[in-house]
């Protein structure tokens, strides 16, 4: 088998002061929604290397009830990653082990003066390990697990209200599984857990010595269909979740929690050892953070022997 799917995070634009301004509120820091989906718990021994394609248009933030806050308008965004992933032939609890690393870049135009433009923060993962599928039944099961850091090396300044990087430590540690319960049916599930340290140097628009932002879940799932050979349609989705206060100067903002949903269509098509993703994400129940829409493409590489 060879190494395939061993995606960490994704990242985007961090604070947006107006919304601060109003509602005294730490946003959560970018991750993983929706950038990886279908086949994703496959893989095996090899090398992988992938690029993808981040589009995202944001109507506005809106609060817990989902209401537009003033002030705020329109964001658009355009990402570019770039993964590198390996896989060893030996194994640990059973497993192979490996690690992989992200490298971002983004622009992000949040209105007149609110633009800015840089490489982003980077994401390592020490720990990899890709479990071989199992049998359950009838049901082929395909499993792993990674251990994400993501370390703030990108550009950040506390004078800017929009920054790419989140100038934050992240440990993001994720869990995913593929699962094929019916012939030319999958469904792939990643579920992960983001705490962030905290921030001793936030945007000046925050009025804070330091801010933390809340601990959070989240998770992406697919369920597709393989409509011709190396062709699987079908629906994606993502949900995020956040599951304690943020912290300002130490102290917690209660009644601010951020969460969104999101549901649409998407495909996976691969020749031989390249594989192309295309998905697309509308959002719903968001609170306290922006909505809108979301594209994803992602173009991959697979290298590695068969065994």
Request: proline residues 6%; charged residues 15%.
């Amino acid at each position: 088998m060879i190494c395939t799917r061993v995606l960490a995070g994704v990242l985007l634009l961090t604070s947006y002061s107006s919304f601060m301004r109003a509602q005294e509120h730490v946003s959560e820091p970018p991750v993983n929604l929706g950038d990886t989906s279908f086949l994703d718990g496959i893989g095996g021994p090899g090398e992988l290397a992938e690029t993808i394609g981040d589009a995202e248009h944001s109507r506005a933030i809106v609060d817990g009830a989902g209401h537009k806050v003033r002030g705020t308008g329109q964001v658009n965004s355009i990402l570019s990653l770039t993964h590198g992933a390996w896989l060893s032939n030996d194994r640990i609890l059973g497993g192979w082990y490996g690690t992989e690393v992200v490298v971002a870049a983004a622009h992000v135009n949040a209105g007149p003066g609110m633009a800015t433009g840089g490489v982003g923060d980077l994401v390592v993962s020490p720990l990899v390990l890709q479990w071989p599928e199992k049998k359950l039944g009838q049901i082929a099961l395909d499993q792993r697990f990674a251990a994400d850091f993501w370390l703030p090396v990108g550009d950040y300044s506390p004078t800017k209200s929009v920054n790419i990087s989140s100038h934050t430590f992240l440990a993001n540690p994720n869990y995913a599984v593929t699962v094929f319960p019916l012939r030319r049916v999958e469904s792939s599930w990643r579920v992960h857990y983001l705490w962030s340290s905290t921030n001793q140097d936030p945007p000046l628009s925050a009025n804070a010595r330091s801010t933390q932002a809340g601990q959070a879940v989240h998770f992406n799932a697919t369920l597709s269909y393989e409509l011709a050979m190396h062709l699987w349609v079908g629906a994606n989705g993502y949900l995020l979740k956040q599951i304690t206060d943020p912290k300002i100067n130490g102290t917690d903002v209660p009644n601010s929690p951020e969460q969104v949903g999101a549901i649409g269509p998407g495909m996976v098509w691969n020749h031989r050892e390249w594989f192309l993703y295309l998905n697309a994400y509308h959002e719903l129940g968001v609170e306290n953070r922006p909505t809108g829409n979301k594209v994803v493409v992602r173009v991959q590489k697979v290298f590695g022997k068969k065994r």
